[in-house]
């Protein structure tokens, strides 16, 4: 039991904790995600083989067909869904073939930045640490808070905060990014014009009369 003035600590750090493969993996996550430290990957880590583990435990079970297994199924899939984790259809496979990176992408930091109120993880962080965030009515200020499924729409810049306003300049600077990548994709959406195409213009331009041949020339004196 341990101590109450001294929690146990809520993660798994690496057995082996000089692998370059596994340095290396954990430094790219923490740049995708703008991570601060080590441990909240270390955090993400110990969440995902939880639920690995009751999975595999539910798979393992020899006679599915039994009401307590087939209910306690059931509240897993129904739990993982409400979290954001997996879809209405899934199976337990599906818990099975979670990533890490799906478990990080459930904090308010990265559903603050997919949602498009900021402009990259670096800056979700910050909006969230400096209580320009809430959900619903009540600010949070915890990059690391899961945010459930029925959370997602209530995430919003906070009511006292200054960027509430649509005038501020990042909410300006998030707009014109949002509508040049609109635009980009316009640009590249638009067909290309074949060769035969082409030419017919070609074969037009050179057919249509000249400048010098539609104005009007003076008479002579």
């Known amino acids: 039991m341990g101590h109450p003035k001294f929690s146990r600590p809520k993660y798994d750090s690496p057995a082996h904790p000089w692998k370059a493969a596994r340095i290396e993996e954990e430094h790219a996550i923490r740049t995708n995600h703008g991570l601060k430290t080590m441990k909240e990957i270390w955090k993400a880590k110990s969440v995902l083989r939880r639920f690995r583990g009751q999975a595999m435990k539910l798979i393992g079970r020899v006679d599915m067909t039994a009401e307590h297994w087939q209910g306690e199924r059931q509240d897993m899939l129904l739990s993982m869904y409400n979290k954001g984790f997996i879809a209405n259809d899934a199976t337990l496979d599906d818990v099975l073939s979670l990533a890490v990176e799906d478990v990080l992408n459930r904090r308010l930091q990265a559903q603050v930045y997919y949602k498009g109120l900021a402009m990259s993880m670096k800056q979700a962080r910050q909006l969230v640490v ?92």
């Open 130 to 221: 400096h209580g320009h965030i809430s959900i619903g009515d009540q600010k949070v200020t915890i990059p690391s808070y899961p945010v459930s499924r029925s959370e997602e729409e209530e995430i919003t810049y906070a009511l006292g905060s200054d960027l509430h306003s649509e005038n501020h300049s990042i909410r300006q600077s998030i707009e014109g990014v949002r509508q040049s990548a609109e635009y980009g994709e316009e640009e590249t959406s638009k067909p290309e014009v074949t060769k035969d195409e082409a030419e017919v213009i070609a074969e037009a331009v050179a057919a249509a009369p000249s400048a010098e041949d539609t104005i009007p020339k003076e008479s002579e004196a």
